[in-house]
């Protein structure tokens, strides 16, 4: 724990404009990142008297190591500024809003030449049309499906439908009228995409123009005696009245509004967010948030507007937006989403009427969420740090283990050996920080061995990360701006982020005494002395520490051995994940991988031209050239590599002993790309987000998965 004033900067060193400022650790990771109109002013208020500040600030203040800041010109740079700083450094002292789910949006993709209708999450992707946030997925589909029936925008995915191109049958949908099979030629692509413009119409909003014309429509063709068409026209404007009915009208006046609503204790906030277009509720979502420090309703109010419309432009970003109290000062927010908007935007508190008695209703889901909130998480944080300090008292540790570090080998059979990283912070998964290597050093299984090379490689790069961030330079003031751009000191000097920049306090192996021995061995290799290790064997679930012949035996109640069942179970699970990616991965290998100079893109390109890599092994040189890309060297390389290898043998699944396919047979062969990618060569890489194949393993689980998988 740092004492503030060890690295209390002088009063006449600080500034007195606006600006953003950062706090650092020891280990130069930022913290904590904020902005002032005074930075001399508001950093005087974080070396006053410890017992006078708010216990989390206390607590950042002494887990701080160094202070620093950028001056700007401007309240709205600095806004801008430390919007970007807190995406960018994730600091973990930060005021955070935390999604309960990832929010699903119906997603129209008019960057596609045939647009599609679909429900994405996660990151808004450049070209696409969203509407939402809603609640439930499922809510999205069932307005999908009424509004098919009218606007038969195509719905499939890419392979669906190019399968359904190449055999000239539409999918079921297309059969039954609720798409109108662009695939093999019904409509012409201009003609989809009106029928894609019109649904994201109706779905914005417009739609008394639109049941008006279809009113009309239906009354003249019932004129002419065209009653099935009338009768079509009448279920069509049925459907899209449904539809309208799922989402009531809240205000009158067509409003396009977002109204916000916060509802806070001594240590938490939620924040709801309703999304009004057109007079309608189109979308709710919530967060909740630690409170850091001292925070007012309108500093929340202000964060969440940051996280709102911080990636948003144009139309996205609403003419209105209704808050229960106003950020101090509210110009420079202002200014700030209008150059998001393009145009000015009302950020006001609502006074009267629907809108007042709408923000009522979106404070009463505000505080019900914190309730909720609440009763699921009320001894999550108790239980968190009784768990990380039976582990630090059972280990003998001089504080509790924030960072934990995990290790897991997996192999089936001694081939494809992989290992997996996975980071707990204050007893929390970290995935943004999880890890997975290849096993180089050697051929076939071990796994102490695997264990040594694992070890050694991840504190290798700690060492050399340590050794490139050093301390500070002499002669440099304290404060001073040590980064020429921000984020230098996270990025490598190829521009990746850094991976091995931070240490554990405890490294967890998944396995006995050899592992555990064969962990510290590493360390003291490398001449690490101040991180703790310890193994947990699955059997009996028996702690390890080296040097020790006799266990430690957590009691099975203990919170501290159900927190390193769960980093165990995770490692395990992970590295299971990867071991299955790259035993696919073999299994999917196409002779044209090993042409050299031949990427993906002509890879597709060939198989595409001709099916399958056993008509390409008996095309000729001339019928290789005839494919865009393809030269006379590339076609007679490829002849030759093709000549060379013999016929991939049958794919066999090891879990059923069944027969597949052969690999060259399948249309698809040759495109073995995925997330991962080149990736695979690398020291260490990233870790996939949550949602990656792979089951998670329960505590005392066998290692015999799918033959002799571990």
């Not at 417009?206 to 002419?224: F, L, P, S, V």
């Not at 808050?323 to 009267?352: K, N």
């Not at 090379?453 to 290798?460: C, N, Q």
Request: aromatic residues 6%.
């Amino acid at each position: 724990m740092a004492d503030p004033s060890s690295y209390r900067p002088k009063p006449g060193q600080i500034p007195d404009s606006p600006g953003v400022y950062r706090f650092r650790d020891e280990h130069r990771r930022v913290i904590y990142v904020g902005k002032a109109k005074s930075l001399r002013q508001r950093l005087a208020n974080y070396f006053q008297d410890l017992a006078g500040l708010h216990p989390r600030t206390r607590t950042m203040v002494t887990t701080a190591a160094s202070v620093e800041w950028t001056v700007v010109s401007t309240e709205v740079e600095a806004l801008q500024l430390e919007y970007s700083w807190i995406k960018e450094y994730d600091p973990r002292f930060n005021v955070k809003y935390r999604d309960d789910k990832s929010y699903p949006y119906l997603a129209v993709t008019m960057n596609e030449e045939y647009p599609r209708v679909q429900v994405m999450r996660g990151q808004k992707r450049k070209g696409v049309r969203y509407f939402g946030p809603y609640g439930h997925a499922w809510a999205i589909r069932d307005t999908v499906d009424l509004l098919l029936r009218v606007f038969p925008v195509r719905t499939c995915s890419a392979g669906v439908f190019k399968n359904a191109a190449r055999t000239g049958r539409p999918c079921l949908l297309g059969y039954i009228g609720k798409c109108s099979a662009p695939c093999v030629g019904r409509v012409s692509a201009e003609e989809h995409r009106e029928l894609a413009d019109e649904f994201c119409d109706f779905m914005a909003g417009r739609t008394g123009t639109y049941i008006r014309r279809q009113e009309k429509q239906m009354a003249e063709a019932a004129e002419e005696m065209e009653y099935e068409r009338a009768a079509r026209l009448r279920d069509d404007i049925e459907a899209l009245r449904k539809a309208m009915e799922k989402s009531a009208v809240v205000l009158a006046d067509a409003t396009d509004a977002d109204l916000i609503a916060v509802a806070e204790d001594e240590l938490e906030a939620a924040v709801q967010i309703f999304h009004v277009r057109g007079g309608r509720v189109r979308g709710q979502r919530g967060w909740v948030t630690d409170k850091v420090e001292e925070i007012t309703t309108g500093a929340l109010v202000e964060h969440a507007l940051q996280q709102l419309y911080g990636e948003e432009k144009g139309d996205s970003v609403p003419k209105e937006v209704l808050v229960p109290a106003l950020p101090d000062p509210v110009e420079p927010v202002q200014e700030w989403l209008a150059e998001r908007r393009g145009s000015g935007v009302s950020l006001r508190i609502p006074q009267r009427g629907d809108k007042k008695a709408l923000m009522e209703t979106v404070q009463r889901n505000a505080q019900q969420s914190l309730v909720l909130h609440k009763t699921k998480r009320a001894s999550d944080l108790t239980t968190r740090s009784r768990a990380l300090e039976e582990i630090a008292e059972a280990l003998d540790l001089d504080s509790a283990p924030l960072r934990i570090e995990c290790y897991d080998i997996s192999h089936l059979q001694g081939d494809d050996v992989v290992a997996s990283m996975v980071v707990f912070e204050d007893g929390l998964q970290r995935k943004s920080e999880y890890r997975r290597f290849q096993i180089k050093g050697f051929e076939g299984q071990d796994d102490v061995r695997s264990m040594h090379e694992v070890i050694t490689r991840r504190f290798k790069r700690y060492i050399a990360e340590k050794g490139k961030t050093g301390e500070w330079a002499d002669g440099q003031e304290i404060g001073q701006e040590t980064d020429p751009e921000p984020g230098q000191q996270l990025k490598d000097e190829d521009g990746r982020p850094k991976r091995f920049a931070y240490p554990p306090q405890l490294v967890v192996v998944d396995g006995g005494q050899p592992q555990v021995a064969a962990a510290q061995r590493a360390l003291d290799e490398l001449g690490i002395d101040d991180i703790a290790v310890c193994g947990l064997a699955k059997r009996l679930e028996e702690v390890w520490v080296p040097g020790d012949d006799d266990p430690v035996i957590l009691p099975r109640t203990s919170e501290g051995l159900y927190l390193l069942q769960r980093v165990r179970d995770e490692a395990h699970r992970f590295a299971i994940t990867y071991q299955r990616v790259k035993r696919a991965k073999r299994f999917r290998a196409s002779p044209l991988d090993d042409v050299p100079g031949l990427g993906e893109t002509r890879k597709q390109a060939l198989i595409k031209h001709f099916g399958s890599v056993k008509k390409l092994r008996s095309a000729t040189i001339d019928q290789i050239r005839e494919v865009p890309g393809i030269g006379l060297k590339t076609a007679e390389t490829i002849a030759a590599a093709l000549a060379r290898a013999a016929p991939a043998a049958p794919a066999v699944n090891t879990a059923t002993g069944e027969i597949m396919d052969y690999v060259e047979d399948t249309p698809d062969a040759a495109d073995t790309s995925d997330a991962e990618g080149t990736a695979d060569t690398q020291d260490g890489e990233p870790g996939t987000r949550a949602g990656s194949p792979g089951e998670p393993v329960a505590a005392g689980a066998p290692d015999e998965r799918r033959g002799q998988e571990k």
